[in-house]
């Protein structure tokens, strides 16, 4: 594991600190789960963004918003919906 010497302004590590109190982790976790969040969160949109490259966005659209359509209040999809959805 790499040990990594970070400087930061005051307000922000106090904030940074405030909310790793409230999730109950340390200063150190919290920043390591926030990068791995954000690397994450980077990963994602890299690998959406090559499966879409070549899909047509206004078809795509209107099948999501067909799907959304027939979603239900306070009613999750079940697996099957979600599939059938995405089956088209």
Request: charged residues 35%; aromatic residues 4%.
């Amino acid at each position: 594991m790499a040990t990594l010497s970070l400087r930061m302004r005051d307000d922000l590590k106090q904030k940074a600190q405030q909310l790793a109190k409230e999730q109950g982790v340390s200063l150190n976790g919290f920043i390591n789960a926030t990068i791995a969040a954000a690397i994450a969160q980077h990963e994602t949109l890299m690998f959406l963004s090559d499966r879409l490259r070549d899909v047509d966005q206004d078809a795509l659209h209107e099948r999501v918003l067909e799907f959304m359509r027939k979603t239900r209040p306070d009613k999750e999809p079940t697996i099957e919906e979600i599939e059938r959805a995405v089956r088209g």
